[in-house]
Structures are given as C-alpha cells and as structure tokens.
C-alpha cells in the first residue's frame, strides 16, 4: 500500500530491518554546519544526495531476501508529507518521536522489535561511501554479538544495530550527542550492561567542509 504507516507491516519470521534515519529537506535545517561554507542550498542538495547514496545502498542489500525491511524513518514528525513527495510514496513511513536523538532511536528500535524483528539496524545519511556490503556486514555480525556499530572519524557512529532479545535502551540514554565521545561512550554502555560489540569499518561523517573535502578525495 503506497505511503503505509510503521503500522501496517506484516510480521515475517527471522525478519531484518533496517531503518534508515533522516530529517525532512528542509532549507536552512539540513547540515546546518556545512551550510554556513557552502550555502542553505548547496547543503541540502548534497544532503539529499547522501540520502540517496544511503537508500540506493539499503535497497541493493534488501532485494538479496525477502525477509528484508526498509523503513524510512523521519523528523521532525510533521513533515511526512514533504519526505513523501521527495522520496515517494511506496515505502514504510516511521515518524521519529522523543525529545532528543537517543529518545527517537531508542523508539525506533523498540517499535521494531515489537512488530516482529529479530534484528534491527539504525542507519544514518551523513556517510556518502556507504556500501550494501556494509548493511550486510551489520546484521550478519549480529548472530554473534549483542551489537553491532559502524564507528566514524568524528567519534561518533554512522549505524548502530542490536538483537532482539539482547536491546537496551541505556545505550541511548542521557548522551552527549553532536560529541566526539559518543562511539567511546557507547562502548563503555556496553560494558556495563555486560553487551558483546562488533565494528564495523570506520568512515567519515559529512558534516563540515573539512569533511566533504575528505570525502571527496576518497571517492
């Protein structure tokens, strides 16, 4: 059903979800740092290139299996209509909910969890190289660890992913989000819930000049 709900998803067996986040396109609200380099405009086209490296990833690794998920999870919650008629209506539509960042991912998971999904990754749309092999990565280690996390050069993470039966939303209480302390901080959450962790290739988070210059020399 074109523009469905979080609702609506069937539960399948063994199920794997991937929920991609990301903020509305809005001018101005969008990399907001590396617009005050480049402009309101030319942040939101890159973004919105970004968006579309995440998904174009994300759908080559869900087609391999049909027990593979897409949800498109969005902020802030009254924009559904916008990021609808950006990215089109035939996908799974989730509307970020909580006071901060930790709050919405935290949500996410959990209603994910409660709709059926064994595992569940969160995936960012700052990390122009990401790769299916990444994603695939991801859930893959996640038969033998608690988490799963996919570190970047800023000190943040760009995906973070967890089992069903091992979730704890400690990991995303009370951060200091935006710090180059959150991957380490997060480590140091699973260490005193007793959580196995695995990484996941280190990439560089595109939120400044500096970084797209970093970016685009890789690529």
């Given at each position: ?23 509305a ?7 907001t ?20 490296a ?25 924009k559904?209509?916008?990021v609808?008629?950006?990215l ?6 989730l509307a970020?909910s ?8 935290a ?12 595992k ?6 700052d ?5 299916p092999?990444?994603?695939k ?6 038969d033998a660890t608690?988490?799963?996390l ?7 993470y760009w ?9 704890s939303p400690?990991l ?19 260490r005193e819930?007793?959580?196995t ?17 970093v ?5």
């Open positions: 059903m074109p523009g469905k709900e979080w609702t609506i998803p069937s539960v399948k067996k063994n199920k794997e979800v991937l929920l991609i986040f990301l903020r396109p809005e001018p101005g609200r969008v990399k740092r590396l617009a005050r380099d480049v402009g309101d405009e030319k942040a939101l086209a890159l973004y919105k290139s970004f968006v579309r995440s998904l174009s990833a994300a759908r080559a690794w869900s087609d391999q299996d049909r027990y593979r998920e897409i949800w498109i999870t969005y902020y802030p919650e009254d559904k209509d916008m609808m008629d950006w089109g209506r035939d996908d799974i539509f970020q909580g006071a901060d960042l930790g709050q919405r991912m949500g996410a998971m959990e209603d994910a969890f409660e709709l059926g999904a064994q569940t990754v969160i995936l960012g749309t990390v122009p190289q990401i790769r092999d990444h994603i990565q991801a859930f893959e280690r996640l608690d988490l799963v996919g570190p970047s050069l800023d000190g943040g995906l973070i992913g967890a089992c069903r039966n091992r979730f400690t995303f209480r009370k951060m200091n989000w935006g710090t180059p302390t959150v991957f380490a901080d997060t480590i140091d959450r699973c819930n007793n959580l962790w695995s990484e996941l290739e280190m990439l560089q988070d595109v939120d400044t000049l500096a970084d797209l210059n970016v685009e020399n890789h690529l």
